[in-house]
């Protein structure tokens, strides 16, 4: 088979649609309407920050929780943790905005602090009528401003989103917003803030010395067996599943923009001889980390 014939079950196997793939080094924020997205969408888990806007009937499932959608709300979601959503009624309509680690660094890291992107608290906000549509209002002010060459328009977008987060702050009251964070919660959260701090590989000298569940739970003070348990109580995952797919997202990145050779690509992910990097990348994508590289001059 051809390799253009192999690109769009490439991209299914990485669990990364091609028009979603947005590189981590570069500030992104995008806005789409509703009416065109799929009516069932798995678990998974993306390279992104997620804000939509549901006006329809339907379920989501994050975590340990399902939570049943039968009025407008503002759903959050993080690259962390993954999400099931199923449509109910045939009439799906509303926003979403997709925005990465990168933007959010631009500027400042305030909407990463704020609880509905932290672990183990709640990610769907019902709205009244008029929150609606002021909301609304501000997607397509926002989707207006994308479509825009002012050289600045990434903060006015940004400032958009900061209302549209606040909005949803504001729709529960203080006792709602403080939700208690137990022990597993904690652990995890620790575990990717630990995890996030090694990337990005900026250059040949910056080796990934954390590559394994051992590795963080020596660095977390923590027995190996504690980790596990706390992130896969949390997550849904293992420690391990996590750690190999933040690798692979890295490799992609290194693969696609660097002109690194594989055998230094291997090196500075951690793993001591190129053909344990290539064992370990196809048996994650079903794929050669060669094959990427061609797969990018087509």
């Known amino acids: 088979m051809k390799v253009t014939e192999n690109l769009q079950e490439f991209y299914r196997r990485l669990e990364i649609q091609p028009q979603e793939s947005i590189s ?6 995008n806005v789409f309407e509703r ?4 009516n069932l969408l798995p678990y998974s888990r993306r390279d992104y ?3 939509t806007l549901v006006i329809g009937e339907g379920r989501v499932e994050y975590a340990d929780k399902t939570i049943y959608i039968d009025k407008p709300a503002l759903l959050f979601s993080n690259p962390t943790l993954p999400y099931y959503w199923q449509s109910v009624s045939d009439l799906q309509k509303g926003w979403f905005c997709i925005f990465n680690e990168a933007f959010i660094h631009q500027r400042d890291n305030l909407l990463t602090e704020l609880p509905m992107f932290q672990m183990n608290t709640d990610k769907v906000y019902f709205l009244d009528e008029k929150s609606v549509d002021e909301i609304s209002d501000l997607f397509q002010k926002m989707k207006c401003e994308s479509l825009g060459n ?3 328009k990434q903060d006015i977008m940004r400032n958009y989103l ?3 987060v606040h909005y949803a702050l504001k729709s529960f009251n203080q006792s709602q917003q403080e939700v208690p964070v137990n022990a597993n919660a904690r652990i995890t959260q ?3 803030d630990v995890l996030e701090s090694q990337f990005p590989i900026d250059s040949m000298q910056n080796q990934l010395q954390l590559t394994t569940a051992k590795d963080f739970a020596d660095k977390l003070n923590l027995h190996v067996n504690h980790l596990n348990r706390a992130v896969k109580t949390i997550t849904g995952k293992t420690t391990t599943e996590h750690i190999a797919h933040r690798i692979v997202l890295e490799a992609n990145q290194l693969l696609t923009y660097t002109d690194w050779a594989i055998a230094e690509i291997a090196y500075c992910l951690g793993f001591e001889y190129p053909a344990y990097f290539n ?5 994650a994508t079903g794929n050669k980390p060669k094959e990427l590289r061609k797969l990018e001059l087509v």
């Open 24 to 29: 981590q080094t570069t500030p992104h924020i």
């Open 35 to 38: 009416g065109d997205c799929k």
């Open 49 to 51: 920050y997620k804000v």
């Open 150 to 152: 002012y050289a600045y």
């Open 162 to 164: 900061h209302l549209i």
């Open 190 to 192: 620790q575990f990717f």
């Open 279 to 283: 064992n370990f990348y196809r048996k």
